[in-house]
């Protein structure tokens, strides 16, 4: 497994539309890998493909932080229920440093395939609907810049207003 690059806000990748996977082969076993690796390294609870600059539509979730990885595949969201303000951040905009005020929905239902090329379907409440909707968003070019209703102090500067 490898760490892989992060990009960052201002990269073209980050604001490019991801292709559909159409064959689940080494290639796409190793960046599934790689990209987990990636995120655990970078202290994330998610990342999309792109954010590796690689433009297929994939994302790796573990909002559990080691118990509960989850590999999606061409992954879609299929429904919605409610919405609420949340607070957010990403690993390609000042990751740990900046973060936003913006409205998810509290449920979320994603269709994708699995790393065996199996159709699933699950069920994401809060967190892991939060996530969904982020990592989705980032396989059409959406970032949380383009959502964020309220940016909160940087961490860094917290702690200096804290002193």
Known sequence: ??????????????????????EIDE???????DMAETMYDAGGVGIAAPQVGELKRIVVIDVEKGQGLIN?????????EESH????????????????KLLRPVKVTVKALNEKGEEFTMTGENLLAQAFCHEIDHLD???IVDKVTEWLPKVEDKAEEDK
């Open 1 to 22: 497994m490898t760490i892989r690059e992060v990009r960052q806000l201002g990269d073209v990748v980050l604001r490019e539309i991801s292709e559909e996977v159409k």
């Open 85 to 100: 303000e949340v607070t957010e951040g990403c690993l390609s905009i000042e990751h740990k440093k900046k973060r936003g």
């Open 27 to 33: 290639e796409i076993l190793t960046l599934l890998k």
């Open 72 to 80: 999606l595949i061409n992954p879609e969201i299929i429904e919605t």
């Open 141 to 143: 070019g959406i970032l």
